[in-house]
């Protein structure tokens, strides 16, 4: 069982910089593949970008080049670096945590970004 608690979203000016965190709990996180989705009003949850254990990042289109994944398997957290941030960003962004060997997923409470001048 994999508990994930995010933080750091808010009210940011279009160009600006947020950096989201997401803290886990449970056994064995260093193997899970990590992940940051998020959802805007009115629209389907999509990926922003996943990270596998001991592998690269891969990254949805729209925030290529201006967002970055990384983890810390020791502080079992995950982060989510935002940069030139858009309107268009504007979303709750959820943590997400797969078990490779079961499939099993889970996710965190959500976090809002707004991006507005």
């Known amino acids: 069982q994999v508990q994930l608690v995010e933080s750091g979203g808010g009210l940011v000016q279009p160009g600006g910089s947020l950096t989201l965190s997401c803290a886990a709990s449970?056994?064995?996180?260093?193997?899970?593949?990590t992940g940051w989705y998020r959802q805007a009003p009115g629209k389907q949850r999509e990926l922003v970008a996943v990270?596998?254990?001991?592998?690269?990042?891969t990254y949805a289109d729209s925030v290529k080049g201006r967002f970055t994944i990384s983890r810390d398997n020791a502080k079992k957290t995950v982060y989510l670096q935002m940069n030139i941030l858009k309107a268009e960003d504007t979303a709750v962004y959820y943590c997400?945590?797969?078990?490779?060997?079961?499939?099993?997923?889970?996710w965190g409470q959500g976090t809002q970004v707004t991006v507005s001048s």
């Open positions: 449970g056994t064995f996180f260093s193997l899970y593949t």
């Open positions: 997400n945590a797969q078990n490779p060997f079961n499939r099993n997923e889970y």
């Open positions: 990270m596998p254990s001991g592998g690269s990042p």
